[in-house]
């Protein structure tokens, strides 16, 4: 059957939620306060009808998880007029086996540049971790912003996928403090 990535629908809330919430564990026990570390499964549900929810699938079994919210989903927390990753977990079973890069290539290039036409998107990840920065950064993600939230040092990393929209379009600032 192989690798199958698709939308999350409602009746997988109760397997996403447990993949976040095993794949967030190493982040939840260094006391980095993230959503998907400590959702529970209302919340799951709700992100799944509000935001574009990806998973995917290795024989049937959903494996890995990412989360693109638009900036109309955000609302006023939304801080670049760009979509945002997160929410991104993979089973701990699977790491380091390319899965999340896998699942994040797809969305980055089949979705977000070949489908929705972004010229850019952004995420946010807590600088104390070890090595989140760098693997965004790697990537090809840059930090363009820092805020503190629940006690840590956030920073957003932006990533240009449509270099000439972007340029059309300008650097945009910060839209909104997000506190």
């Given at each position: 059957?192989?690798?199958?990535?698709?939308?999350?629908?409602?009746?997988?809330?109760?397997?996403?939620?447990?993949?976040?919430?095993?794949?967030?564990?190493?982040?939840?026990?260094?006391?980095?306060?993230?959503?998907?570390?400590?959702?529970?499964?209302?919340?799951?549900?709700?992100n799944?009808?509000?935001?574009?929810?990806y998973?995917?699938?290795r024989?049937?079994?959903?494996?890995?998880?990412?989360?693109?919210?638009?900036?109309?989903?955000?609302?006023?927390?939304?801080?670049?007029?760009?979509?945002?990753?997160?929410?991104?977990?993979?089973?701990?079973?699977?790491?380091?086996?390319?899965?999340?890069?896998?699942?994040?290539?797809?969305?980055?290039?089949?979705?977000?540049?070949?489908?929705?036409?972004?010229?850019?998107?952004?995420?946010?990840?807590a600088?104390?971790?070890?090595?989140?920065?760098?693997?965004?950064?790697?990537?090809?993600?840059v930090?363009?912003?820092?805020?503190?939230?629940?006690g840590?040092?956030?920073?957003?990393?932006?990533?240009?996928?449509?270099?000439?929209?972007?340029?059309?379009?300008?650097?945009?600032?910060?839209?909104?403090?997000?506190?």
């Amino acid at each position: 059957m192989g690798d199958v990535i698709r939308l999350a629908k409602l009746e997988d809330a109760v397997v996403v939620h447990d993949v976040s919430i095993r794949g967030y564990k190493p982040l939840k026990d260094m006391d980095i306060k993230f959503v998907g570390a400590t959702a529970n499964l209302a919340t799951v549900e709700e992100n799944i009808r509000r935001n574009a929810n990806y998973v995917l699938e290795r024989d049937g079994r959903i494996i890995a998880t990412v989360t693109v919210a638009f900036p109309w989903a955000l609302g006023e927390r939304s801080i670049q007029p760009y979509p945002f990753i997160w929410w991104f977990a993979v089973d701990p079973d699977f790491k380091r086996q390319g899965v999340g890069t896998a699942l994040l290539d797809y969305v980055e290039e089949q979705v977000l540049v070949a489908q929705i036409k972004a010229p850019a998107v952004y995420l946010a990840t807590a600088t104390r971790h070890p090595w989140l920065v760098s693997i965004y950064e790697h990537r090809g993600y840059v930090g363009f912003y820092e805020h503190e939230y629940e006690g840590d040092n956030i920073v957003f990393l932006r990533k240009v996928l449509d270099e000439s929209l972007f340029a059309e379009l300008g650097d945009v600032d910060v839209l909104v403090n997000s506190n």
